[in-house]
């Protein structure tokens, strides 16, 4: 059944009522707007956009696999800021032949990811259109911290990382060369492992600056290193490449370093930390923010790619 029969307002009454609500709710979708508890005061709040054939393809990725990865490329930004995540808007576009299962399922997986970190969905907009697009906002709660912004890293500062870095890099290579396998880096592009509660963490140990890798590691650490004015030199031999991601880089012809340097899409968290606090649990150091600009490996610049820029 397409969603062209069922009708905007049919189609909005199945995706609400698979849609859970989370503590933070106190009015969900059904009115002119949510209402969502706000006990700090001040809303951290983000946006990001999916675009198919940009962002995602539904032959590569089942609808409740791209709500997953657009619920957490959302979420990973307010824990990037060491706030918790309360709620998603989510804006829907799509053509009117889809079937209403397509966008169920959808809700599905935007209300399981949501589901990790004690949020939901609360309200949103649907359209027809020619390109199916979902967009997200999302929003979180500092819990009387301020939030850790880019402009904070000071030389002498440790870089660490929580999470993975290059594998859904890794998954979108396999995918775009026609395999299917190695599934564990697939899988890690279909569904990224956000380290939400690493956010909220950093932010209690004193990180001075933080940033979700969505682009690459570094492009991103090169946004923390601009609004910062300091150098960044990561050490190559930190970084974890497992056995998979290296037998798939050699079968594929790949340097693993570009992905796990350049590759995006996992959403693990980069921060630095005054070296004298060390670093939380769960944590690894990769480098170190020194005096003077831009980002090195080894002492070296990179020659690969930094990351991911949309217009090019």
Known sequence: MSVARVGEFGLIARVTARLGVGPTCLLGPGDDAAV??????????????????RHFRRDWSSATDIGHRAAAANLADIAAM???????????????????????????????EAALVGAS???????????L????????????RAPVVRDGAQAGDVVAIAGRLGYAAAGYTVLSRGF????LLVEAYRRPQVPYGAGPQAAVHGATAMIDVSDGLLADLGHVA?????????????????????????????????????????????????????????????????????LTVDGKPYKGSAGWDHFR
């Open 180 to 183: 299917r396998t190695p599934k």
């Open 226 to 294: 601009t609004a910062s004015r300091v150098g960044i030199d990561l050490c190559a031999d930190a970084f974890d490449v497992p056995q998979q991601m290296r037998d798939a880089a050699n079968a594929l012809g790949v340097d693993p370093y570009s992905w796990v340097l350049g590759g995006g899409e996992d959403h693990a968290l980069a921060a630095t930390f005054p070296e004298d606090h060390g670093i939380p649990d769960g944590w690894r150091m990769v480098g170190h923010v020194v005096h003077g600009g831009g």
């Open 36 to 53: 969502v508890s706000a006990p700090d005061r001040r809303v951290v709040a983000c946006t990001d956009v999916l675009v198919e054939g």
């Open 121 to 131: 969905v609360v309200g949103g907009d649907m359209s027809a259109s020619t390109t």
């Open 133 to 144: 697009t979902v967009a997200v906002t999302a929003l979180g709660d500092l819990g009387g």
């Open 82 to 112: 060491g706030a918790i995540p309360t709620a998603l808007l989510v804006a829907l576009c799509l053509p009117p032949d889809v079937d209403v299962r397509w966008a169920e399922e959808l809700a599905d997986g935007l209300a399981a």
